[in-house]
Nanobody, 115 residues
Framework: QVQLVESGGGLVQPGGSLRLSCAAS????????MNWYRQAPGKQRDLVASITSGGSTNYADSVKGRFTISRDNAKNTMYLQMNSLKPEDTAVYYC?????????WGQGTQVTVFS
């Protein structure tokens, strides 16, 4: 069984920064690619960033150069450093892993960017 718990969301002004964390329970965390998704009100859930077990990363065009995904396998934790935040980054952010064909999601953490 895998459990994912996000934290670090909050309210921030445009241009500000937040760091999200995703703590994973269960075994073999280090063997799986991990993802951050986000969902704004009335919109579909979109992939924001991915990181492989080896540390290779990929980003949505909308966040390239502003967001950084990372992982600490010793702590079973994944991070999303978000800089230069914009109002359009406002969404619920979800941690995700596909583990042997099974999808696991965290409960989400709200990020609100307002002026």
């Amino acid at each position: 069984q895998v459990q994912l718990v996000e934290s670090g969301g909050g309210l921030v002004q445009p241009g500000g920064s937040l760091r999200l964390s995703c703590a994973a329970s269960g075994s073999m965390f280090s063997r799986h690619a991990m993802n951050w998704y986000r969902q704004a009100p009335g919109k579909q859930r979109d992939l924001v960033a991915s990181i492989t077990s080896g540390g290779s990363t990929n980003y949505a065009d909308s966040v390239k150069g502003r967001f950084t995904i990372s992982r600490d396998n010793a702590k079973n934790t994944m991070y999303l450093q978000m800089n230069s935040l914009k109002p359009e980054d406002t969404a619920v952010y979800y941690c995700h892993v596909n583990r042997y064909g099974l999808q696991y999601w965290g409960q989400g953490t709200q990020v609100t960017v307002f002026s």
